[in-house]
């Protein structure tokens, strides 16, 4: 079996994992896999004798298994809930805040940014707020007060027009794939950690993280959301310091193939799934408490889901969820 790392191998860093992980997925399947754009990986085709198909990287959809009215209500965190809560799974649901007053006049009242505010002091002045059609963690942040929550919508509506916000909920995290209503696996989302050096505090070694997250184009940490964090503290080398906040994989964070205690969590899983009409998906239920280990909540459901990089080392356990069971083959 082939090394994800191998299709990674000789790529700029500006190569989208889309293109890698197909690449990888295609000469899993048999099918032929081709970069159109130059070596950029934006463009690419995949063909098998039968037929051929093409993706693109970034926001393009790249799980032919989906249609795109089903890929496109789930990339809006708003319409998933409220779709999902009428179906009966229970989720955080929240609400949504535009930023801009453009296109106003196409939507209902009590949306606009000042009515955040109002919003906010519902859920006791702390919320979750996040980029209503976001992704990779960008901008998704816990929220302490009015003061903080003014900063942070004048900083999100530089790059989104719209927020979701919801209550706050702390636990184990864990995400469930899914092909066809079928687990392929679950894995346990951890935080990124800052590594020490025995030299530079942590405020050093998190003002270095923060610059390689807008690098990449995402969110930085704001160390004043975090009044309890050591930043002062000079870590030891090899010494490591957890960021609390976001588990994403694009902000640092990384995952380890755990199932969830709760069988519930796995059916309320495949319910989500049904109900959105996705054939591939990712469903994150809502953070549990591990000795409880109840939930049959939903927290999200992705239709373009990152694959953790040691997925791959079951490739030839599980059928591929980037082409599996799809058409192209």
């Keep these: 079996m082939r090394n994800l790392r191998e299709f990674r191998a000789g790529k700029p860093a500006s190569y989208p994992d889309q293109a890698v992980y ?20 934006l463009v690419f085709r995949v063909a098998s004798k039968a037929r ?10 790249w799980y032919p298994q989906n249609n795109s009215t089903a890929a496109t209500l789930a990339s809006d965190k708003y ?41 906010f002091g519902k859920l006791d002045g702390r919320a979750f707020v996040k980029p209503l059609t976001g992704s990779r963690g960008d901008f998704a942040q816990t929220i302490h007060s009015q003061a903080e929550l003014d900063r942070y919508l004048r900083e999100v509506s530089q790059h989104y027009d719209s927020v979701l916000m919801q209550p706050v909920a702390s636990g184990l995290e864990y995400r469930i794939f899914l092909l066809d209503e079928e687990v392929l696996y679950s894995a346990r989302k951890f935080p990124p950690a800052l590594t020490g050096d025995g030299v530079h505090s942590v405020l050093d070694l998190l003002t270095a993280h923060n610059a390689a997250l807008k690098a990449r184009g995402l969110s930085a940490v704001d160390p004043a959301a975090m009044p309890q964090a050591p930043l002062d503290v000079v870590l030891p080398k090899g010494g490591r310091w957890e960021i609390p906040g976001r588990m994403n994989l694009g902000v640092g964070g990384s995952m380890a193939f755990e199932s969830p205690r709760s069988t519930a969590a796995l059916a309320m899983a495949r319910k989500a799934v049904k109900t959105l009409g996705l054939r591939a998906a990712a469903v994150d239920p809502l953070p549990f408490d591990p000795v409880i280990a109840t939930d049959r909540s939903c927290n999200v459901v992705r239709s373009m889901p990152r694959a953790s990089s040691n997925s791959a080392t079951r490739a030839r356990q599980m059928p591929s969820p980037y082409f599996g069971r799809s058409n192209i083959q």
């Design 79 to 119: 319409f998933a809930n409220r779709i999902l809560r009428d179906a009966g799974i229970a989720t955080l649901g929240g609400d949504y805040f535009f930023l801009k007053p453009r296109h106003r006049a196409h939507r209902p009242s009590g949306h606009e940014r000042d009515d955040a505010f109002g919003y």
């Design 52 to 61: 051929t198909a093409y993706f693109g990287a970034g926001r393009c959809s």
């Design 22 to 41: 197909a690449a990888y997925s295609s000469a899993e399947l048999g099918l032929s896999f081709e970069d159109i754009e130059g070596g950029t990986g």
